[in-house]
């Protein structure tokens, strides 16, 4: 199942096989403090470079799943 599906799932009521994470307020707000200081991702730097945001949405998928 994707995360779509997933997440259509759960709007509906219907079982699924995980619950979907949504972070209101953009993807950013996900980047918890931890995961800032621990992996160096500086937050107003992951807004004027691709790289480094790529690394916080990296960090944060292999911290959370």
Known sequence: MDDKER???TLSGRLHDDIPVI???????MVCRE???AK???WPEVHT???AM???????QEATG
């Open 7 to 9: 997440f259509l799932k």
């Open 54 to 60: 790529a690394k916080a949405a990296r960090e944060m």
């Open 40 to 42: 160096h991702v500086s």
């Open 49 to 51: 470079r691709p790289q």
């Open 35 to 37: 995961i800032s200081v």
């Open 23 to 29: 972070c209101p307020g953009g993807m950013m707000s």
